[in-house]
């Protein structure tokens, strides 16, 4: 069984920078590829960020560029670096295997990006 525990959302002032943390238990974890989603109030969840195992990464348009996934096999951890945030991104963020599986989802990191 996979526990996922996100961390290091806040509130930022549109430009500026945070860094999601997920924080995964089980072995599985290695043999996973994982993403970050977000969902906005009224919104359908949606997949942001992902990386393979082998370390390949890809991103929806709106964050490209700006947001940057990354994971370390050894510490069992996924992050997510977003920089130049908007308030779009504001959102409740979750990591899970991509795709995700239903009994994965943790409760998220709210990300609020207002002035």
């Known amino acids: 069984q996979v526990q996922l525990v996100e961390s290091g959302g806040g509130l930022v002032q549109p430009g500026g920078s945070l860094t999601l943390s997920c924080a995964a238990s089980?072995?599985?974890?290695?043999?996973?590829?994982m993403g970050w989603y977000r969902q906005a109030p009224g919104m359908q969840r949606e997949l942001v960020a992902s990386?393979?195992?082998?370390?390949?990464?890809s991103y929806v348009g709106s964050v490209k560029g700006r947001f940057t996934i990354s994971r370390d096999i050894g510490e069992n951890t996924v992050s997510l670096q977003m920089n130049i945030l908007k308030p779009e991104d504001t959102a409740v963020y979750y990591c899970?295997?991509?795709?995700?599986?239903?009994?994965?989802w943790g409760q998220g990191t709210q990300v609020t990006v207002s002035s």
């Open positions: 899970n295997a991509d795709p995700p599986m239903a009994t994965y």
């Open positions: 089980g072995s599985i974890f290695r043999t996973l590829d």
């Open positions: 990386i393979t195992t082998g370390g390949w990464t």
